[in-house]
């Protein structure tokens, strides 16, 4: 069984930064791609950056492309994903994605076998 738990979520004023933690268990770690997904009260939930099993190669949703990052430590078994510059439209939960059928990660959730529970992110103006 995979279980992902996601940290580091809390309250940021805009312009301020934050990084989120995802730790994932399971000796597959390093196989998966994974992702991070957001969503907004009444919002659809919404592709934000995925990363693959190696970190080699990333892809980020054009809202958050050169303010987010999102990285891997594999020998952590632990993904995360850095925001800078946030914005109150960043105010969202957010989860973390494991997949087992693509290594090079997706955008689409529909890909992802696993997800952890979330973790709130609140932005102030």
């Known amino acids: 069984q995979v279980q992902l738990v996601e940290s580091g979520g809390g309250l940021v004023q805009a312009g301020g930064s934050l990084r989120l933690s995802c730790a994932v268990s399971g000796r597959a770690f390093s196989t998966y791609g994974m992702g991070w997904f957001r969503q907004a009260p009444g919002k659809a939930r919404e592709f934000v950056a995925t990363i693959s099993w190696n970190g080699d190669m990333q892809s980020y949703a054009d809202s958050v492309k050169g303010r987010f990052t999102i990285s891997r430590d594999n020998a952590k078994n632990t993904l995360y994903l850095q925001m800078n510059n946030v914005e109150p439209e960043d105010t969202a939960v957010y989860y973390c994605?494991?997949?087992?059928?693509?290594?090079?990660?997706?955008?689409?959730?529909?890909?992802?076998?696993?997800w952890g529970q979330g973790t709130q992110v609140t932005v102030s103006s």
């Open positions: 994605a494991a997949t087992s059928v693509s290594g090079r990660g997706a955008r689409s959730y529909r890909i992802y076998d696993y």
